[in-house]
């Protein structure tokens, strides 16, 4: 990064924030169907062995084909309600990451809010970010609640990438997973928690791209034909970005916490590739004990990702009061982000 994008960069924090505010619920909806890297090779030229050593995967889910994203942040977000004693009612704003939409029109976000009854809840999506989505629907959610007509609001980062894969192309094949994760986050007493500092950056690239079905490439028979309503992935042109991208934003957003990165005592990153992850843990000198990692069983669940590792040790008890974590994720575009917080 230049001098010049740095300072740039540098006004990208979350100070100032003067409403505190927490994770009180959280869940997570998995596909039943289960597909591992064995079941891959009877359509895809790889092996299990090859997957592993490259990815880390070893299984991901697949939405039934008679379902939407919407059924499985539905299906997130039930239970996440639950686990923090609220109604569906009370709601003030319902936020769903995702670039798997149910259809362009009408918002995915608006129904799941229909579904769930949350009558009064804003209903907005964050679509275009790909697996960053997730971090930028959650800085959106950090700056709605320092609103004081806002208390509650539902973050879901969902994908089915099973949808968006083409059939036989092992790059995009052996990666991507389909599931929901829901986080709700509501204001708090406690001072100091919530959003402490954050990084983004942004920087063009059609490395990651679904060509067709926009208005500069509309669906024809010639899209269809020529299979451009698929995922497309220049996996180098990944690794080179995501290796470089971010330990660098998750540098930044510690420091303008006031922290360096080895003080976080929780990462949850984009689930990708474990050796990106490996890599970025290295670069910061963090345990990797401290990055809960969940692509091994569920690949790359894009926006989903980072809040599956969020859920996991929220569930089993290891994320406590006062601790730091930090949410980092890239995505295509390139969009790339991290957010700095305390728990409360």
Known sequence: MTVAEERIADTHTGAGLSVPFTVVGTAVHLPPTVVTNHDLTRTLDTTDEWIVARTGIRERRHLAPELATSDMCLAAAVPALQAAGTAAADLDAIIVASYTYDQPLPSTSLIVKDALGAT????????????????????????????????????????????????????????????????????????????????????????VQIPAGGSRLPTSPDTLAAGDHYLFMDGPAVWDTATTRLPQSITLAARRAGLAPTDIDHFFLHQANLNILNHTLKELAVPAERAPITLDTLGNTGAAGLFTALHHTLSNGTLRPGDTYVMSAIGAGFHWGTLCLRHS
């Open 120 to 207: 009064r809840a804003l209903a907005l999506d964050v679509t275009q970010a790909a697996c960053a989505s997730g971090v930028h629907a959650m800085l959106m959610a950090a700056h709605l609640l320092q609103n004081p007509s806002i208390n509650t609001v539902l973050v879901l980062a969902a994908d089915c990438a099973s949808r968006v894969t083409r059939p036989g192309d092992r790059t995009t094949g052996i990666f991507f997973g389909d599931a929901a994760a829901a986080t709700l986050l509501t204001t708090t007493d406690t001072p100091g928690a919530g959003l402490l500092s954050y990084d983004l950056g942004s920087q063009l690239s059609y490395q």
